[in-house]
C-alpha cells in the first residue's frame, strides 16, 4: 500500500535528519530524567500523606505517577518538535518536494510525527520501564494493560502532532505557538500534579489538552489496573477530540496547499 509506503519514507527521513550524532541520542535520556529529578525533589519537604487522597501512597507509587506523567508529556512535546522544525523544510526546499510529489499528505503529516515520537522517546521508554519494574511499584498483572496504554499514547500523540505539523505549514515561523502550547500543557495536563488538587477554572483549561485525558487513562490501568467513572470520562473526551484533530487536519491541510499556491515565492513551483 503506497501510503504506508509514504509513512515508512518520511519516519526513515526524520531518523537521519534528527539523530546524527551521539550527543542527539544522549539528549534523549538525560534531560527527561533531569525534569524528573526536578519534579521529585518539589515533593520531598511535604508530607506523602497527604498525597493518599489521591491514591499516591508511597514515594514508589509517586515515582510511577512521576514517570508515566513525562513519558507521555515527552511524547506529546516530540510532536511538538516535530512541527516546530517544520520551518527547516521550507529553508532546506523539501517543503515545495512535499507539496510536488504524488504522495499522499496525510501520509507525510502523520509518518513525519511516527518518525519523531518513536525516534525521541525509546530510550526514556527503556528508563521507565526498567525503574517501573525495579521498584515493584506496578503490580505484575497490570502489565497486561502496558501494550493498550502504549498505543494509546502513540495514536493521541501523533494525532495531535499532526494537527500542529499541519498549522506550521502556513507560516515560516510559528514558533511563538510552541511557546504558547508547551508550559501550559506540562502544567495543566497534571504532568507533576494530580488533576483534582487544581482549582475549577485550571481544571477546564486541563479539559482542552488531550494530553490530560491520555495521562487520566493511562495512569489507572497501569497504576490501579482498572478505569474509574472519571477516567471513561476522559477516555469519551480523548476520543472526541481526536476525531476533532484529524478532521481539521483534513481540512487545514488541503486549505494549506492552497495558501501556498497564493502566498508562497515564485520558486514554490
Not at 510511577?64 to 511538538?80: A, D, H, P, Q
Not at 520551518?87 to 523539501?94: F, I, K, L, P
Not at 506540562?186 to 495521562?215: D, K
Request: proline share 3%; with cysteine.
Amino acid at each position: 500500500m503506497n501510503w504506508l509506503k509514504v509513512i515508512k519514507a518520511e519516519i526513515y527521513k526524520q531518523h537521519k535528519n534528527s539523530f546524527h550524532s551521539t550527543k542527539a541520542y544522549f539528549s534523549l535520556l538525560i534531560w527527561p530524567i533531569l525534569n524528573l529529578i526536578n519534579a521529585y525533589l518539589c515533593y520531598k519537604p511535604f508530607n506523602l500523606n497527604d498525597l493518599k487522597l489521591y491514591r499516591i501512597n508511597t514515594s514508589d507509587e509517586l515515582i510511577s505517577f512521576l514517570l508515566i506523567g513525562f513519558f507521555t508529556y515527552i511524547s506529546f512535546k516530540s510532536l511538538m518538535q516535530s512541527a516546530l522544525q517544520m520551518s527547516y523544510e521550507r529553508s532546506n526546499g523539501t517543503l515545495e518536494t512535499i507539496f510536488l510529489s504524488p504522495a499522499n499528505r496525510l501520509s507525510l503529516i502523520y509518518g513525519r510525527s511516527l518518525g519523531f515520537i518513536f525516534g525521541n522517546i525509546w530510550m526514556f521508554f527503556a528508563f521507565t520501564f526498567f525503574i517501573m519494574c525495579y521498584i515493584g511499584s506496578i503490580p505484575i498483572y497490570n502489565l497486561v494493560y502496558f501494550p493498550i496504554c502504549f498505543i494509546l499514547i502513540v495514536i493521541s500523540a501523533t494525532l495531535w502532532g499532526g494537527l500542529l505539523n499541519t498549522i506550521f505549514l502556513f507560516s515560516r515561523d510559528a514558533s511563538i505557538l510552541f511557546m504558547i502550547i508547551d508550559d501550559p500543557m506540562m502544567l495543566f495536563s497534571g504532568v507533576r500534579i494530580p488533576l483534582t488538587l487544581f482549582p475549577i477554572w485550571a481544571q477546564v483549561i486541563s479539559f482542552i489538552f488531550p494530553l490530560t485525558h491520555v495521562l487520566a487513562v493511562v495512569r489507572d490501568l497501569m497504576l490501579f489496573g482498572d478505569i474509574s467513572l472519571s477516567s471513561w470520562n476522559h477516555l469519551l473526551y480523548l476520543l472526541s477530540e481526536l476525531l476533532f484533530m484529524y478532521m481539521i487536519t483534513l481540512f487545514l491541510l488541503s486549505k494549506a496547499e492552497k495558501h501556498a499556491r497564493i502566498n508562497g515565492e515564485l520558486t514554490f513551483y
